[in-house]
């Protein structure tokens, strides 16, 4: 709590890097109901508008080098959850 917290995600993929490139991060409460996309990478970051991960979300992640981590500022406990990585590097998935 009250300190940065680093989502770590790392990838392989066959194919080669291009800007066709997803990054998608969605987040699901403890108490359940609805996943909810809070960030997604194509080409450049796109951290949610909207909701309890608003202005909270960076990009640290680095995909050329097979990282898609990001980093959530002032979390608190209800921010506890899950959180969910997708990577998708077209034709590989």
């Known amino acids: 709590v009250g300190e940065q917290v680093l989502l770590k995600c790392s990838f392989k993929s066959s194919s080669p890097i291009t800007e066709s490139l997803l990054v998608d991060w969605t987040y699901r409460p ?4 609805q996943m ?6 194509q080409s450049i970051p796109h951290p949610t508008t909207v909701g309890k991960f608003k202005d909270r979300i960076s990009w640290v992640g680095n995909v050329a080098n097979g990282d898609a981590s990001i980093a959530i500022q002032s979390p608190v406990l209800s921010d506890n959850g899950t959180f969910i990585c997708s990577v998708r590097n077209p034709p590989d998935v």
Not at 30 to 33: A, F, K, M, Q, Y
Not at 36 to 41: A, D, G, N, P, R
């Open 36 to 41: 909810e996309t809070i960030f997604h990478y």
């Open 30 to 33: 403890l108490s359940g109901g």
